[in-house]
């Protein structure tokens, strides 16, 4: 499969996930579906009820045969069902397309549906179903009427912005952002969740049910969303949910950043990343700065070996950025007092190196005077509990590389 083929296809399964995410809050209190039933879609709620199909074809033009083993597949559903002229669950067709649609001529003949649809070509013998299937008159005008196609459905970024809208309406307290930034892919992760379960049953969620679930704040991105939403996408929600201020000073607080950069270690990098740390997450320095309010944050360099971590604080050094690691002086063992006061105005710290893991519960237990908050950002797995200080506010970060966080400032 050629990459644009692929991008079409994935981009397919993610329309087909969000016309789910609509079927769900457009519904009522009873409302359930079952993702990849029937159909791709089934939704039971009362007489809006329907088996669910969706195709996404935004580069292609529409033609009968897009749609024709669609249509045949319904129709044999019908006929398994026994052709019951009571019955409440419509036959949904829903699609977008880069043009064409004049091609279909609305409401469906019997004689169009036969030729169009249900009659097709396999090694040279043609096939009529509604024969093969001994559907009679009656039964094929019964069907006709369960049978719904939309060909002209909203395109796939109408309808994300549509999904923002009902979110915005139906959870409390849920900002445009907020929609876009955490209840938007709790929902995408809730449905796809939903479609990779074996059994049928285990597919299935009332709408009071998915509400509940996609109702947090929590961040779940695994890598299959990351595919979906970016690594651009994904450092804007780790900032928006752990570094949102309401006000345009950096609030005061005892940030420790545990980053791994095994592998990926380079100097002018992780020089650059560090200076830019220190910046963004330090106070602003001005004439009448009083000294409890200065603070800046603390790094510990996970993968970097002793003579790497000494030519990046020489690099440092060279650029001008002040930092402590503890040690008061050549020769001395490691001072977790030294390390954690505060800057002042003559030593206008930007950052602050933990030596290693077995520092830091040491570390975070001497600090006083601000919260205290760890932020473990890891590749492969977070932190040990051993090595964290109990009581204190750990949160881990699934990042793509070392250097993530600098794209986290950046969002």
């Not at 597949?73 to 069902?81: D, I, T």
């Not at 009659?119 to 019964?142: F, G, N």
């Not at 893991?357 to 590749?379: C, R």
């Amino acid at each position: 499969m050629t990459d644009r083929a692929a991008t079409a296809t994935i981009k397919g399964y993610f329309y087909q996930f969000d016309q789910t995410i609509v079927r769900l809050l457009e519904g009522s209190k009873q409302a359930s579906v079952t993702v990849e039933g029937i159909e791709d879609i089934d939704l039971d709620d009362g007489d809006k009820s329907a088996f669910v199909q969706c195709k996404y074809y935004e580069g292609t033009e529409y033609n009968h045969s897009v749609i024709k083993d669609a249509v045949i597949h319904m129709l044999r559903h019908f006929h398994k069902a026994g052709c019951p002229s009571n019955q409440t669950f419509k036959y949904r067709l829903f699609g977008h397309y880069k043009g064409g649609q004049h091609k279909l001529i609305l409401p469906l003949t019997a004689a169009f549906l036969k030729e169009n649809f249900l009659t097709y070509a396999r090694e040279k013998i043609e096939h009529k179903v509604h024969e093969e299937l001994s559907i009679t008159p009656k039964q094929l005008a019964d069907f006709q009427a369960l049978l719904d196609i939309d060909l002209n459905a909203l395109s796939y970024e109408d309808q994300q912005r549509k999904i923002a809208k009902l979110l915005v309406s139906e959870i409390q307290d849920c900002s445009a952002g907020d929609a876009e930034i955490f209840y938007y892919p709790n929902a995408i992760n809730v449905i796809q969740g939903l479609a990779i379960e074996a059994d049928e049953a285990k597919r299935k969620i009332t709408r009071s049910g998915f509400l509940k679930a996609v109702n947090r704040k929590e961040i779940i991105f695994s890598s299959w969303l990351q595919q979906k939403f970016g690594n651009d996408y994904y450092a804007k929600l780790i900032r928006r949910k752990f570094f949102k201020s309401s006000t345009p000073k950096m609030p005061k607080a005892s940030r420790i950043f545990v980053i791994d950069m095994t592998g990926e270690y380079e100097l002018h990098k992780a020089a650059g990343m560090l200076a830019k740390l220190g910046e963004f997450f330090s106070h602003k320095e001005h004439g009448r700065t009083p000294q409890q309010d200065r603070f800046c944050p603390y790094v510990l360099l996970r993968g970097v070996a002793p003579a790497d971590l000494i030519e990046l604080k020489a690099s440092l050094l060279r650029q001008g950025v002040k930092f402590s690691d503890g040690y008061p002086f050549h020769g001395a063992d490691f001072s977790a007092a030294s390390l954690v006061a505060d800057p002042t105005k003559e030593n206008l710290y930007r950052v602050k190196f933990i030596p290693a893991l077995d520092q830091l519960a040491l570390t975070a237990s001497v600090i006083t005077g601000s919260v205290v908050a760890i932020y473990d950002l890891f590749k492969a797995a977070p932190l040990d509990d051993a090595y964290l200080p109990k009581g204190i506010a750990h949160y881990t970060i699934k990042s793509s590389n070392s250097y993530f966080v600098q794209e986290v400032m950046q969002a």
